[in-house]
């Protein structure tokens, strides 16, 4: 029989949940925090900022000529995969910065999992 884990909080000697790190206590908590983050994330100033770029018309015409004309997923085509790109990322995260939305040598195509990728790394690092 596997040997039960000892949650890893602090002073916490509950068993930890099976495959998790954490009792159960812990675990809510643990998931309570990163939601209060996410939220934290999505109401913040710059968060705002990049909603109202997005949602500008010039914006969703100005991706659809950019991916015309960048039809190929680039993080892809580096490993030699052929994968249309449908997402228009900026590669250095603009964060509202209006100037750095609308740079286009800061834009890149990326198929919607790349870009999923991506963007899911630079919230982790915010
Ligand atoms: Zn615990
Ligand atoms: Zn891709």
Redesign the pocket.
């Known amino acids: 029989m596997a040997r039960s884990k000892i949650c890893v909080a602090t002073g916490c000697d509950e068993i930890a949940l099976s495959g998790l790190s954490h009792c159960e206590e812990h675990e809510a908590a643990r998931k309570a925090k990163l939601k209060a983050g996410r939220k934290k994330a999505q109401t913040s100033a710059a968060a705002i900022a990049a909603r109202r770029l997005y949602a500008d018309h010039k914006w969703k015409a100005a991706r659809l000529v950019h991916l015309r004309a960048h039809p190929v997923?680039k993080?892809?085509d580096e490993l030699g995969v052929v994968?249309v790109a449908t997402d228009v990322d900026h590669i250095t995260p603009h964060k509202g910065d209006r100037k750095l939305f609308w740079d286009r040598s800061n834009w890149q195509s990326?198929?919607h999992?790349?870009h999923s990728r991506k963007t899911a790394r630079e919230v982790f690092h915010q």
């Open positions: 997923c993080d892809c994968e990326l198929c999992r790349c």
